[in-house]
T-cell receptor, first 117, second 112 residues
Framework: GAVVSQHPSWVICKSGTSVKIECRSL??????MFWYRQFPKQSLMLMAT?????????EQGVEKDKFLINHASLTLSTLTVTSAHPEDSSFYIC?????????????FGPGTRLTVL | AQSVTQLGSHVSVSEGALVLLRCNYS??????LFWYVQYPNQGLQLLLK??????LVKGINGFEAEFKKSETSFHLTKPSAHMSDAAEYFCAVSELDYKLSFGAGTTVTVRA
């Protein structure tokens, strides 16, 4: 149980285009979903937190107009990288939590590798 | 604000030997602590978590970790390494909110 999927698993796009990444909780309803970014050989950095039906909360330094997050249902959150540039190339990982509390387990997706040419 | 330091970016052990991964944290309030494992091309999987109950926490795959407040540590151990333990391991901390702060990760390789 508690499986989270991401689609696509990898994507290559041209500079200036937008890319949408989907995160789905397959067998549970996620009150809260999180989006992380992971650079090579580095740790995960939280980008934003989204709760179903409300606006996402972005971490300091994350451009909310560049990284659009939508949490339309209890099983789906999307991250859209708008006007992507090479510096946006990274590994994007989502996680989902049943209740979003500090001790609740976050279940992670397998990640999406974005390469911007 | 909380933070995590993982000592050693890479650990190499022989099959059957003890695995010890070190994690120290800083937190202004009693923390909640987690260990996650990431296998190649897979998402992070929870190994175990400390939520202010027993200080010795047992997790999956034979791993355990001990919360030591006096040392602000939460080291992960496994008595006998298996080849399947080769992966990236992350220590993480959260405080009163839900946000996880991750350490830089430790890559474990297991020698036959």
């Amino acid at each position: 149980g508690a499986v989270v999927s991401q689609h696509p698993s990898w994507v290559i796009c041209k500079s200036g285009t937008s890319v949408k990444i989907e995160c789905r909780s397959l067998d549970f309803q996620a009150t809260t979903m999180f989006w992380y970014r992971q650079f090579p050989k580095q740790s995960l950095m939280l980008m934003a937190t989204s709760n179903e039906g409300s606006k996402a909360t972005y971490e300091q330094g994350v451009e909310k107009d560049k990284f659009l997050i939508n949490h339309a249902s209890l099983t789906l959150s999307t991250l859209t990288v708008t006007s992507a540039h090479p510096e946006d190339s990274s590994f994007y990982i989502c996680s989902a939590s049943l209740a979003g509390g500090p001790t609740d387990t976050q279940y992670f997706g397998p990640g999406t590798r974005l390469t911007v040419l | 604000a909380q933070s995590v330091t993982q000592l050693g970016s890479h650990v190499s052990v022989s099959e059957g030997a003890l695995v010890l991964l070190r994690c120290n944290y800083s937190s202004s309030v009693p923390p909640y602590l987690f260990w996650y494992v990431q296998y190649p091309n897979q998402g992070l999987q929870l190994l175990l978590k400390y939520t202010s109950a027993a200080t010795l926490v047992k997790g999956i795959n034979g791993f355990e970790a001990e919360f030591k407040k006096s040392e602000t540590s939460f080291h992960l151990t496994k008595p006998s390494a298996h080849m399947s333990d080769a992966a990236e391991y992350f220590c993480a901390v959260s405080e009163l909110d839900y946000k996880l702060s991750f350490g830089a990760g430790t890559t474990v390789t297991v020698r036959a």
